[in-house]
């Protein structure tokens, strides 16, 4: 029987009832996971860059790539519903492309939606896109593409003037018709109150457990990424340890000529090989 997939509407329809799940993908065999375990929603996030393809910033990706792992996504997807993750140049270096951008996402990825981080211009290029008829899911707190604007990779909205401004920020783009918003390292109590407010689901990442639902980098999650570990991530899986192991015991067997068996390799028949004078 056919899945079906996860509309805007019914991640809508959970605020309240119960917590939404959501997850980062980048390629076909982990998004097939992803979905298979019944996950909400999956980010083809930015994070890309940095767990992924080793960079240092997140503003390192562009289009190219985004679109590139958000269509190896979306081909293994069946239910969850997917977001793709508007790089920093597509909308904050050129505004005037956003529109155009976001429909690629939708059109050439077939991703449901895209997600935009805050930013000075943020409410015109939100509001332009939502009009174009794509969903966007809005992302507030720590946002990683300005971390340098924001004083760095540090936990946002800690004094009330800075908490003040993320409620104002949350309810301008609830207004402008954002589908649900993206709480990063905002303090727990804050995140609450932004959650009591709207009327569109929170998901937060170290932003605590009163949102209405929680996303992690996947490659965190499962300990595949060694270079750093924010506080808020648990990991569920020491998955390179694992893997480190398995590629290990794989390394002696081919020096120790365990491996290939005969399980593992294609035969001739005698007379064949006696044609050429093999065997
Ligand atoms: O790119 C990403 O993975 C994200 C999450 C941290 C929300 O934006």
Not at 32 to 51: E, P, T
Not at 226 to 243: C, D, G, Q
Request: glycine letters at 10%; a neutral charge.
């Amino acid at each position: 029987m056919e899945e079906k997939k996860i509309t805007v509407g019914d991640i809508l329809a959970q605020k309240g009832k119960r917590k939404i799940t959501m997850l980062t993908a980048y390629d076909y065999p982990l998004a097939g996971l992803v979905d298979r375990a019944g996950i909400d929603m999956i980010l083809v996030g930015d994070s890309v860059a940095n767990v992924a393809l080793g960079l240092e910033s997140t503003t390192q990706v562009g289009m190219a790539e985004m679109l590139h792992h958000a269509k190896a996504v979306t081909r293994a997807v069946k239910r969850s519903l997917v977001v793709g993750d508007m790089p920093y140049e597509s909308y904050q270096v050129h505004p005037q492309e956003s529109v155009k951008n976001a429909r690629r996402f939708i059109e050439e990825a077939r991703c449901d939606a895209v997600k935009l981080e805050w930013f000075d211009n943020c409410l015109d290029v939100t509001a332009k896109i939502i009009q174009a008829g794509i969903p966007v899911m809005g992302h507030i707190g720590l946002t990683p593409q300005t971390a340098d604007k924001i004083g760095g990779f540090k936990v946002q909205g800690k004094d009330a003037q800075a908490a003040q401004r993320l409620i104002t920020q949350a309810l301008e783009l609830e207004k402008l018709g954002c589908f649900a918003l993206v709480l990063e390292c905002v303090p727990d109590k804050i995140a609450g109150m932004i959650t009591e407010k709207l009327k569109i689901p929170t998901i937060g990442i170290g932003a605590g457990l009163h949102c209405d639902g929680q996303v992690l980098v996947t490659y965190d999650m499962l300990g595949l990424f060694e270079r750093f570990t924010p506080k808020f991530v648990k990991k569920y899986l020491n998955a390179s340890e694992l893997m480190l192991k398995a590629i290990e015991e794989y390394k002696g067997e081919v020096l120790r000529e365990e491996f290939p068996g005969p399980q593992h390799s294609f035969s001739i028949k005698e007379e064949e090989l006696k044609k050429i004078g093999g065997g």
